[in-house]
């Protein structure tokens, strides 16, 4: 076969360390925040400053468990931490305490979305405990870097997957889906801005049909999920690129240029070997009860797979609504309360779904910073659906409602935004606006359907609004057939 004519597969394996929301970071007791001074949230533990010793974090280990079986791992009893040992400016004690042999969490699995109704199980290698390193700052201005230390010692978990992930959009969604399920735990807040979760690509190419796996290459600086996903496909071609030029494939680190769309070599990769690791002498090894992973394992809340197909079953919604709801753990509660109170739970998706999350995106806000109660929202679906306010109206409550604790009924009033419903009422306005059209109104006689939108939409003109549509329009309808 022409080189030009091979086929290529994909494959790619992702490392993700997402930082614990924990008070005090994982070996010391200095406060665990982001964006205080530089170099103020130290201690001489988390610099590493002779004579100190570590103390676990007991919060970062039941997180840490918490996660694993989330992911569906085993979970190792037995706890054992090691040094992992390379120097760089951002690293004072010139080692990592992280996990090796004994990791907490091994062999489990996460299954992402594909198409339809089809599943792809991802395998999760291990997911290890570890600390956080400072962090450089470059002043090109200044030609130089500066150090911030407050990071140091941050409580990291970093997830490991097996190579099964066959596309840079698998990656994505993966990154998506492992995202929202550690925000469903509340163990972290995965804000990618602030560097609470980060993400490496290891990615290579193969001839299709081949079992061997390629020559990797490791992408760093992945900022976005967005960065992630085009980063991969930049490097899965360039790698194709390299092997059809009869060149090899270098094992290496590359960085992602945002702007310029293009990967470039860092450094040489390094093996485990080159870490040197060994067993931390500063940190006794000890096994967790069985008893406490099966508390963990009780008090596990509702995961955003299982949610969703529940709401699925449960409120006979479609798989759009519902994967849209799943998306914001607190949406997807204050929508199950909406339904207690209201059988349209169509309804209540569209409005969640749409008016809401329009709302909180111009506001800026998440669904904690507003006031809204599951009875307003109901009342205004219910009202709408009985005719009793207009489609317009009911938006127009539903954004005075996240600025007033006035109910809906006093708003209605008080505004004056209730329908006119009584027939006599729309009688007559159907006279004056068949009177005042005429040439509409004929239109209608001789068989033109859209001339009574016209009409309909002038006599709703005429009440600013608060004619029934649907009555009115019946009414106009009826008399004009009955002055034939």
């Known amino acids: 076969m022409n080189d030009h004519q091979k086929q290529f597969e994909t494959v790619i394996g992702l490392e993700v360390h997402v930082q614990l929301d924990t008070q005090t970071k994982i070996f010391c007791g200095c406060p665990n925040v982001f964006g205080k001074a530089p170099n103020t949230q130290t201690c001489p533990v988390c610099l590493g400053l002779p004579g100190t010793l570590p103390v676990l974090n007991q919060q970062v280990l039941l997180h840490a468990i918490k996660i694993g079986l989330a992911l569906n791992c085993n979970i190792n009893t037995f706890i054992k931490f090691d040094r992992k040992n390379y120097y760089y400016p951002d690293l004072p004690k010139g080692y990592q305490i992280s996990q090796f042999d004994y990791p907490i969490a091994q062999n489990g699995h996460l299954d992402i979305p594909i198409k339809g109704e089809e599943v792809k199980r991802i395998r999760i290698n291990r997911a290890h405990i570890e600390e956080d390193a400072g962090k450089l700052i470059h002043d090109d201005a200044g030609n130089c870097s500066l150090v911030d230390y407050n990071r140091t010692g941050t409580p990291l978990i970093e997830i490991v997957t097996e190579a099964d992930l066959r596309s840079p959009q698998e990656a994505y969604d993966y990154l998506q889906l492992l995202k929202l399920t550690l925000k469903y735990l509340y163990v972290s807040d995965c804000d990618m801005e602030k560097g609470s979760l980060r993400c490496d690509a290891n990615i290579s190419i193969r001839e299709k049909g081949e079992t061997q796996l390629g020559t990797k290459t490791e992408l760093k600086n992945l900022n976005s999920f967005k960065a992630v996903k085009a980063g991969l496909e930049f490097e899965s071609e360039r790698q194709k690129q390299v092997v059809l030029a009869g060149n090899r494939v270098i094992q290496e680190t590359r960085l992602w240029d945002e702007n310029k769309g293009i990967t470039f070599a860092m ?127 009911a938006k127009d409550i539903f954004k005075l409602i996240l600025d007033t604790p006035q109910s809906v009924a006093a708003l209605i009033e008080k505004k004056g935004l209730a329908q006119v419903s009584d027939d006599a009422e729309l009688t007559k306005l159907a006279d004056e606006i068949i009177e005042q059209n005429t040439k509409a109104a004929n239109e209608f006689q001789q068989g033109k359907q859209n001339a009574l939108g016209f009409l309909i939409g002038q006599a709703m003109r005429k009440t600013q609004g608060k004619a029934n549509p649907k009555l009115i329009g019946d009414i106009i309808k009826r008399r004009l057939i009955d002055a034939q």
């Open 267 to 393: 450094r040489s990769k390094e093996g485990s070997h080159d870490y040197r690791y060994f067993p931390e002498p500063d940190l006794v090894p000890f096994t967790v009860e069985e008893k406490t992973i099966q508390e963990i394992k009780e008090a596990m809340p509702e995961l955003p797979s299982e949610k969703q197909k529940r709401l699925i079953s449960q409120y006979q919604i479609s798989k759009y609504d519902a994967n849209i709801l799943i998306q914001d753990k607190d949406i997807a509660l204050f929508f199950e309360q909406c339904a207690e109170l209201c059988p349209h739970t169509k309804k209540i998706c569209n409005w969640l779904n749409g008016q809401l999350l329009q709302e909180l995106n111009t506001r800026k806000n998440t669904f904690r910073d507003i006031d809204l109660k599951p009875q307003a929202l109901t009342d205004i679906i219910l009202n709408t659906e009985n005719g009793i306010i207009s489609n317009l109206a």
